[in-house]
């Protein structure tokens, strides 16, 4: 610490990302990146851009893939933000619509990057105890607050809540908004795009990094009334003038485009996830329901850092951890077949 740093940064207590190892042999199943390249179509796009355009500056505004996720979504564009991987996108959102009197309300159990953007910008927040069976409870919600947010698929349970759940928050929640983080909604989901025509308080954030297979090239996007929007836009054009390089905004438009290979894919994790879950059960292990692109498990009988631990030794990483109520839970990506059995194997 050093007497430069501004106050704040002295108790701001900063993500701490998952693993990235050096080793290629690994079967790396720690970070729920996609086993499956990105599309072919997505790839061609980024070439072309890579051999003719990059002396040229990114349209600042990211117009032609704002287009490509409107079109996919039967939105307008103006109701389309579009940022440096949904971190980004969140932590704008975070700055700019939940900065208010009353505290933001977000699981206990959920994606630990929220805690640090309240700590980034200042936002008092309360965590809301998930059910005992791991789920959210939207009534429990129901209390004065300054926003909610929640994945959904929740991260790192997997646990879907249904639509109707949501609406039910958004009818009691009127007065402040409502960020729904659909990071892995494409595994058996439903998006909450469908409602943000009837609830000007919903803003819905996504990624390119999972389902599309992107995570690499860094791009997120939120959809919500325009003005939500506006906020977003406002901030962003205080903070980077081209969020997103001329490679990114080609490569991801051009993914939303290709609806085929985003659709066999996402079937194909999905189909593989059900096979893992029943090989699991069948080692003896408990499965909360996932509709993400990874499992969240435990063992009545083994301690789950030391599964962790004998895995990694036999070349296999998966995540662990250590928060009270889901320390003896592992979290597993699922990968290819191939990788999918050498865990089982492994595990085994
Ligand atoms: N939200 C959730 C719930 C996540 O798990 C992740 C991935 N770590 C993100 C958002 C961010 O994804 P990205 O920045 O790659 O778009």
């Given at each position: 610490?050093?007497?430069?740093?501004?106050?704040?940064?002295?108790?701001?207590?900063?993500?701490?990302?998952?693993?990235?190892?050096?080793?290629?042999?690994?079967?790396?199943?720690?970070?729920?990146?996609?086993?499956?390249?990105?599309?072919?179509?997505?790839?061609?796009?980024?070439?072309?851009?890579?051999?003719?355009?990059?002396?040229?500056?990114?349209?600042?505004?990211?117009?032609?893939?704002?287009?490509?996720?409107?079109?996919?979504?039967?939105?307008?564009?103006?109701?389309?933000?579009?940022?440096?991987?949904?971190?980004?996108?969140?932590?704008?959102?975070?700055?700019?619509?939940?900065?208010?009197?009353?505290?933001?309300?977000?699981?206990?159990?959920?994606?630990?990057?929220?805690?640090?953007?309240?700590?980034?910008?200042?936002?008092?927040?309360?965590?809301?105890?998930?059910?005992?069976?791991?789920?959210?409870?939207?009534?429990?919600?129901?209390?004065?607050?300054?926003?909610?947010?929640?994945?959904?698929?929740n991260a790192p349970?997997?646990?879907?809540?249904?639509?109707?759940?949501?609406?039910?928050?958004?009818?009691?929640?009127?007065?402040?908004?409502?960020?729904?983080?659909?990071?892995?909604?494409?595994?058996?989901?439903?998006?909450?795009?469908?409602?943000?025509?009837?609830?000007?308080?919903?803003?819905?954030?996504?990624?390119?990094?999972?389902?599309?297979?992107?995570?690499?090239?860094?791009?997120?996007?939120?959809?919500?009334?325009?003005?939500?929007?506006?906020?977003?836009?406002?901030?962003?054009?205080?903070?980077?003038?081209?969020?997103?390089?001329?490679?990114?905004?080609?490569?991801?438009?051009?993914?939303f485009e290709d609806r085929a290979?985003?659709?066999?894919?996402?079937?194909?994790?999905?189909?593989?996830?059900?096979?893992?879950?029943?090989?699991?059960?069948?080692?003896?292990?408990?499965?909360?329901?996932?509709?993400?692109?990874?499992?969240?498990?435990?063992?009545?009988?083994?301690?789950?850092?030391?599964?962790?631990?004998?895995?990694?030794?036999?070349?296999?990483?998966?995540?662990?951890?250590?928060?009270?109520?889901?320390?003896?839970?592992?979290?597993?990506?699922?990968?290819?077949?191939?990788?999918?059995?050498?865990?089982?194997?492994?595990?085994?």
């Amino acid at each position: 610490m050093s007497k430069f740093w501004s106050p704040f940064v002295k108790d701001l207590v900063p993500y701490v990302p998952g693993e990235q190892p050096k080793l290629s042999k690994l079967v790396k199943l720690n970070t729920n990146e996609n086993p499956y390249g990105p599309s072919p179509r997505a790839i061609a796009a980024m070439q072309a851009e890579l051999n003719d355009n990059l002396r040229l500056y990114p349209d600042p505004n990211g117009e032609r893939l704002k287009q490509a996720v409107a079109d996919y979504y039967g939105v307008h564009p103006a109701q389309v933000f579009v940022g440096n991987g949904s971190d980004e996108v969140l932590a704008h959102a975070f700055h700019g619509l939940f900065q208010h009197a009353g505290p933001l309300l977000f699981p206990d159990i959920s994606y630990s990057f929220y805690p640090v953007y309240c700590g980034l910008y200042g936002i008092a927040y309360e965590t809301v105890a998930l059910d005992e069976r791991f789920q959210i409870d939207v009534a429990n919600y129901n209390r004065p607050n300054g926003g909610i947010i929640f994945p959904n698929p929740n991260a790192p349970t997997g646990c879907l809540l249904a639509l109707e759940a949501i609406e039910r928050l958004l009818e009691a929640n009127t007065e402040s908004v409502v960020l729904v983080d659909e990071a892995y909604v494409d595994f058996g989901g439903e998006s909450a795009i469908a409602l943000v025509d009837r609830y000007p308080n919903l803003l819905v954030t996504q990624t390119l990094s999972k389902s599309r297979s992107l995570a690499g090239l860094r791009v997120g996007l939120a959809v919500g009334h325009p003005d939500l929007i506006e906020a977003l836009e406002r901030i962003k054009n205080s903070f980077n003038s081209y969020p997103l390089d001329r490679i990114a905004i080609a490569g991801a438009a051009a993914a939303f485009e290709d609806r085929a290979y985003f659709q066999q894919t996402c079937q194909q994790v999905i189909d593989s996830r059900e096979r893992v879950v029943t090989a699991m059960q069948g080692l003896g292990f408990e499965v909360l329901p996932s509709a993400a692109n990874f499992i969240f498990a435990r063992h009545p009988q083994r301690d789950a850092a030391s599964i962790a631990a004998s895995l990694r030794e036999q070349g296999v990483i998966v995540r662990h951890f250590k928060q009270p109520r889901i320390e003896q839970f592992l979290r597993i990506t699922i990968g290819t077949p191939e990788q999918n059995q050498a865990l089982l194997d492994a595990l085994g």
